[in-house]
Structures are given as structure tokens and as C-alpha cells.
């Protein structure tokens, strides 16, 4: 559903109204498109910790250009700080330093990235100092605050890497830095050496996940339809499971993408098995696995029946419990797989009359901190994205006030897209995030509400 006001603002007249009376201006989003570089235009770095060496080599990768002091009459496409250097408060004086100049220097939709040491006893780089911990701890308000400053459809990012764990960075740097991140903002992403990954040599710099294949639930339509088609753009095998009511509607997709059709019931009693029998039988295993579909019925606790509650958890966490526990038990997901989950804004800040869909998402919050070390075990990684207020035909069909609330309460002024989930993703599919596990990144544009 088109955003009129939106549309409005870019209007001379609604300029003229944002300008004099301090309304939302939503930017117009740069997103990717096939074929455009991954990294495009010029972008400064600094700082003076470990990692800004691995940082540099994956924007250069591209063929985007890094400076590594300021130039006069650039516009930058985004700016990278190496932080995990800073071990003291007195140290965190050096972000204005570096920010403060050059914030006025950005181009439009400009993509900010702090690199830094996790703030934990465990860490090697931190555990003997706590004035460090202290420090790096004190990163994660830096970047939320630039996050609602920097405007102009910018993006803030904060990166914690563990020791030894820079060589793993490369996918999650080029992510957070492209189009492809445009609208996740203000989010704390974790890489590490959890998993023992590896990033597969010769892998294609487009399609990066070729020979791959992709188990999407939910995918006939809406967010499910378009990770499928963006799984299969970056070179996967889609196969595609819906409920039989969708069963026109997925054979459709699925003959378009070159991909398998699987109807059923996610939550039946022997869908695990199936999916599992049909994942073996045609394909020898499965790579990277989606648990995507959801449902909602909306009622008050007061007024909710039995079964708006059940049917809901049963689906949207559940069925994802299930399919998981067979798929790794039977030894169906390949090592250096992946394990993606869709989980909700309203699993974090809650919603009113979606008690059930609320608990469920939270749920598949708890799924990925419960199932990333068991999977770990078998060369696995488990994240799950949690979107925010995305324009699909669930979100067309809210009441109009309501609508315009979600739209406007975050950070860039407006709803996302299907594509910006599937985007990301994508991103935890990518052969090359091994060193990503543990995470839930929320696709929500910086949303004012939740954590």
C-alpha cells in the first residue's frame, strides 16, 4: 500500500509544511537492486583498534574506495570507526572526534558502522579490565543516539566481535554498510567463533549462496515470498512450504524460481517428518532453513478462546520447534548451515490484544538463545530477524490512525519493505556469516519502541 504522506513530502507544498511545522520527513530509502555493486562510493575510516584492517579489506572487496583522512568536498557513503581500541571512559571522547567533523560530509542514506570487543568477562580483550568493559559497554548508547540524529535515511550499527573472530566479519561488514541494510538501524550484532564455520572459497561474489538449498515455510506470499526470491536471486534451490488453502499461489512462485513446491500443515503432526523426507529424497539435505510462517488472531487476553491462542503459538513457534528438532536429529541440515527465524517487534515491546502473537515471537527469541549452542555442535548458526511495521497486506488492512503510527514511530519516518527482511536474511544465509550466530536483528527502521 503506497505511503501518501510519504508521497506528500516530496511535494513542494509538503516540504513546505515538514519544514515550518517540524512534521516527520521521511527520506526515500536506497535499497539494493540486482546487478548495483554491493558497496558503491567512498567511505572513511578511522579509529585505532584490531579489527579496522579486516573492515577496510571487505569494503575494498567491493571496489567502493576507503579514506583513511578526512577530504574536503566528499560526500561519504558511510563512515567506519574501529572502537574496540577505547579502554577507558576518558577514550570515548575519540568517537566525537572522529564523528563530530564529518557527520555534515554524508551523502544521502549514508550507512554508520562502530566496530568494538563484546563488554564480557569472557572476552580476553576486556575480562582483565573493567574500565574497558566499562567503555565498550558504553558504545551500544552511542550508536542508538546517532542512530535517531543522523537523518537523511542514515543508518548506525554497533559490531562486537570476539577475539579471533575478525576473519569472520567480512559478510556482516559489506551488510551493514550497503543498500541492502537500509532499513536496519541501531542494532547490536554479535560475530564470533561459536560455530566452527567456514567461508567457502570460490564462492560466487553475486550469488553467493549457488548449490545451496533453501527451506522457506510461509513462503506463497508476502515477507515468505520475497526472502524465496531473494534466496534464489543470491543462488539457492527455494523450497517453498505453505498450507494447502496457498497451494496455487506457491506452485506458482516455485515454477518461477526454479524451485520445489511442499503443501501442508506446519502444524500437523507428522509435517517434521515429511519436510524432512522430502528434503532428503530430492535434494540430499537442506543448507539453510526459514521458519517463516506466522499467523495472527488478535483478541484481548479477556476475550481470547483457546483456540486464537493455541493456533497461534502452534504455528509461529511450535511448528518451527518441531521441524528443527528433526531436521537436526535426522542430520538433514548440511554443516555450515543455517537456521533463520522471523520472530516480531511485538515479541520485544509487546502489543496490545496480541498477547498470543507477542508470546509466540518472544518465543522465537528464546528458540534462537536456546538452539544456536546445540546447533553449534553441528556446524550450525541460529539468528532470526524481528521486523517492525513492513507494508504488506496484513499491515494494509490495520485502521488508518494505527497504520500511520507504525509508519512514523521510528527512526526513518516510515514502514519497511518485504525485501528489507528478506535482505537480511539473506545476509545470515550468506556462506561467508559463519562467525554470526545468537542474534535477533531487528528490521524496524530503529523503532521508538522495545529495547
Known amino acids: 500500500m503506497p505511503d501518501r504522506y510519504q508521497t ?116 580476553p580483550h576486556t575480562a582483565g579490565s ?92 508476502g515477507i515468505g515470498e520475497a526472502i524465496a526470491r531473494t534466496l534464489c536471486r543470491d543462488g539457492a534451490t527455494v523450497v517453498g512450504v505453505d498450507v494447502p488453502q496457498a497451494a496455487s499461489a506457491l506452485q506458482t512462485l516455485m515454477e518461477e524460481l526454479d524451485g520445489d513446491a511442499v503443501t501442508l500443515d506446519i502444524t500437523a503432526v507428522d509435517a517434521p517428518q515429511r519436510i524432512a523426507r522430502a528434503l532428503e529424497e530430492h535434494h540430499l539435505g537442506v543448507d539453510i532453513v526459514v521458519h517463516n510462517a506466522g499467523i495472527t488472531r488478535d483478541k484481548r487476553l479477556a476475550n481470547m478462546d483457546d483456540a486464537r491462542w493455541s493456533s497461534v503459538v502452534d504455528v509461529n513457534l511450535v511448528a518451527p520447534e518441531r521441524i528443527t528438532t528433526q531436521l537436526l536429529d535426522d542430520g538433514v541440515i548440511r554443516p555450515n548451515g543455517r537456521i533463520i527465524g522471523v520472530a516480531s517487534i511485538a515479541g520485544i515491546a509487546g502489543n496490545a490484544g496480541q498477547t498470543n502473537y507477542a508470546t509466540s515471537k518472544a518465543g522465537v527469541i528464546g528458540f534462537v538463545d536456546a538452539v544456536a549452542p546445540v546447533a553449534a555442535r553441528q556446524h550450525v548458526t541460529v539468528n532470526a530477524v524481528a521486523p517492525g511495521f513492513i507494508e504488506t497486506r496484513m499491515t494494509a488492512a490495520v485502521p488508518l490512525m494505527i497504520r500511520e503510527a507504525g509508519r512514523r514511530m521510528n527512526s526513518m519516518s516510515q514502514g519497511g519493505q518485504p525485501a528489507d527482511v528478506a535482505e537480511t536474511v539473506a545476509w545470515f544465509a550468506n556462506p561467508g556469516s559463519y562467525g554470526v550466530t545468537g542474534n535477533v536483528v531487528r528490521v524496524c527502521g530503529q523503532s521508538l519502541l522495545g529495547a
Open 8 to 123: 506528500m513530502t516530496g511535494t513542494a507544498v509538503g516540504r513546505f509544511f515538514v519544514k515550518n511545522l517540524g512534521l516527520p520527513d521521511p527520506v526515500r530509502l536506497k535499497r539494493y537492486t540486482a546487478g548495483d555493486p554491493v558497496l558503491s562510493g567512498t567511505f572513511l575510516v578511522g579509529g585505532s583498534g584490531r579489527l579496522l584492517a579486516g573492515a577496510i579489506a571487505a569494503i575494498t572487496a567491493t571496489g567502493a574506495v576507503v579514506h583513511t583522512e578526512r577530504a574536503e568536498q566528499v560526500r561519504y557513503a558511510g563512515l567506519v570507526f574501529d572502537a574496540s581500541g577505547i579502554e577507558t571512559s576518558g577514550g570515548l571522547a575519540t568517537l566525537r572526534d572522529f564523528f563530530a567533523p564529518v557527520l555534515r560530509s554524508l551523502a544521502l542514506c549514508p550507512h554508520v558502522l562502530v566496530l568494538a570487543v563484546p563488554p564480557d568477562a569472557s572476552n
Open 130 to 221: 573493567t574500565p574497558a568493559r566499562i567503555a565498550q559497554r558504553a558504545l551500544e548508547g552511542f550508536t542508538r543516539s546517532l542512530g535517531k540524529e543522523i537523518g537523511r535515511g542514515g543508518t548506525v550499527q554497533l559490531l562486537y566481535v570476539d577475539a579471533d573472530a575478525a576473519e569472520a566479519t567480512g559478510s556482516t561488514v559489506q551488510f551493514l554498510l550497503s543498500p541492502k541494510s537500509a532499513y536496519v538501524s541501531g542494532q547490536v550484532v554479535h560475530v564470533s567463533t561459536a560455530v566452527d564455520g567456514v567461508d567457502e572459497p570460490g564462492a560466487h561474489p553475486v550469488k553467493p549462496l549457488t548449490g545451496k538449498i533453501a527451506l522457506v515455510t510461509g513462503a506463497a506470499q
